[in-house]
């Protein structure tokens, strides 16, 4: 049972460019968020994906950042005209469906992005 | 803002002894507390956690507790093994839906040998 799989594990771009970063879940889970970790600095959340749906986008800046989680395929974070202040790791975690109580969120091993 | 605080930045600790991990946080919505331990260049990985009516959740050398009242968590590692050494973070969420997570700054525990 594979776990929360991220590619690329690291992602050079000068600034300017565009950034695309890809999460595939754990099979069966249909939650999925993206974190933001900076140096000396814990995860910042970003936004919360469910299938075709942003549930919560409250920590993704407005500009130059998008995320989707298609019905097919795994979820994207996508960061358009990438500054150096982009540059961090970048974490997926996913959740099995809600079952009445908080599921755990489960990690993946994270982008790292560095910004030239 | 810093709404879950570990103000602990680092900590030794001989192999063997206790680990005393410590959290504070301030929103008082948040119901639900969670530890995950990171080694370098990997992922957050899952710990334990606990809910709020609870005040001990126990799993092996692992053991959490929570003050409510307090608004303060902590971690013990119990006995403290060289495999330990990592950063532990502590995190806090609400109990309605899967709300995310709010995440401390983490602390850099190294147990020598």
Redesign the interface.
């Known amino acids: 049972n594979a776990g929360?799989m991220?590619n690329p594990r690291h992602l050079v771009r000068r600034r300017g460019q565009e950034a695309r970063l890809r999460c595939s879940p754990v099979k069966g889970h249909s939650?999925v968020?993206w974190?933001r970790q900076l140096p000396?600095?814990?995860?910042?959340?970003m936004v919360?994906l469910q299938k075709e749906n942003i549930?919560?986008e409250s920590?993704m800046p407005k500009e130059r950042f998008s995320a989707e989680f298609p019905k097919e395929g795994p979820s994207i974070l996508r960061i358009q005209q990438v500054v150096r202040g982009d540059s961090a790791a970048y974490?997926c975690?996913s959740?099995p469906r809600?079952s009445g109580?908080?599921?755990?969120?489960?990690?993946?091993?994270?982008t790292?992005l560095t910004v030239l | 803002d810093q709404q879950?605080k570990?103000n602990s930045p680092s900590l030794s600790v001989q192999e063997g002894r206790i680990s005393i991990l410590n959290c504070d946080y301030t929103n008082s919505m948040f119901?639900?507390f969670?530890w995950?331990k990171k080694y370098p260049?990997?992922?957050?990985?899952?710990l334990i956690?606990i809910?709020s009516i609870k005040d001990k959740n126990e799993d092996g050398r692992f053991t959490v507790f929570l003050n409510k009242s307090a608004k303060h968590l902590s971690l013990h590692i119990v006995p403290s093994q060289p495999g330990d050494s990592a950063v532990y973070?502590c995190?806090a969420?609400g109990?309605s839906?899967?709300?995310?997570?709010?995440?401390?700054?983490?602390t850099r525990l190294s147990v020598i040998a």
Do not use: C, M, W
């Open positions: 929360v991220q939650h968020y974190y000396e600095e814990g995860l910042k959340f919360y549930i919560d920590g974490f975690a959740s809600l109580g908080p599921d755990t969120q489960y990690f993946g091993p994270g790292r | 879950v570990q119901d639900y969670l995950y260049a990997e992922g957050p990985t899952f956690s809910s973070f995190a969420r109990n839906g899967n709300t995310p997570l709010v995440f401390g700054k983490g």
